[in-house]
């Protein structure tokens, strides 16, 4: 999570949707880093509004907007997958490496307790509110990441541009038709926000 004061700009670190490229790039320009570790870093709108809008409030002013990137639903868990099957993680019961795509996603897709390898939130997780509700004032698809830079340079004032970083390996990631039928019913609210999120700077 970054936080700018002047453009009351509070940017959300939703996993795998360029989050670190985004704090390497924007981080020097945030007067408040929540980074290193995932529960730190990846606080959700939830945590926001309870434990940091409290600290805020004194400096009276706008109100802050939220920020946060939404990555298409089957290719985000795409991401989790080939994240997971690199070497370091061989052995460790979070390991991908030694199942199909397939088999993952419908491990993640499992009712009650999952795998270790499938536990694993969802991205509307990080955008809802203490009654459930979308929260986050200002929703981009990871997929028009150039939306997001334009609308983050202009509040804060300054050309953004991203490097690579924390890539995951390549792999094959085929799904079988009721695979992927199944996993679309099972996420269409994941769906529904990702297609209302933007795509233009506006």
Do not use: C
């Not at 991205?123 to 981009?140: I, K, N, T």
């Amino acid at each position: 999570m970054l936080i700018f004061l002047q453009p009351r700009l509070v940017l959300l670190s939703v996993p795998k949707t360029g989050t670190t490229a985004l704090e390497q790039a924007l981080a020097p320009r945030a007067e408040i880093v929540f980074r290193a570790r995932p529960e730190i870093k990846h606080l959700n709108q939830r945590q926001y509004l309870k434990r940091i809008k409290p600290l805020l409030a004194p400096l009276g002013g706008a109100p802050f907007e939220s920020v946060a990137v939404l990555r298409e639903p089957l290719d985000w868990l795409r991401s989790w997958y080939r994240f997971r099957t690199r070497d370091g993680l061989i052995g460790h019961e979070n390991s991908t490496a030694h199942l199909s795509f397939d088999q993952f996603l419908r491990d993640y897709l499992e009712d009650g307790r999952r795998p270790a390898h499938a536990r694993l939130g969802r991205q509307s997780d990080f955008l809802l509110d203490h009654e459930g509700r979308p929260a986050v004032e200002h929703v981009f698809r990871y997929e028009a990441m150039d939306a997001l830079l334009s609308f983050l340079g202009k509040r804060i004032g300054v050309d953004i541009s991203l490097n690579l970083t924390n890539v995951s390996p390549e792999t094959a990631t085929e799904l079988s038709p009721e695979t992927e039928a199944m996993a679309r019913e099972a996420l269409a609210g994941e769906y529904a926000l990702w297609d209302a999120a933007r795509q233009t700077a506006e």
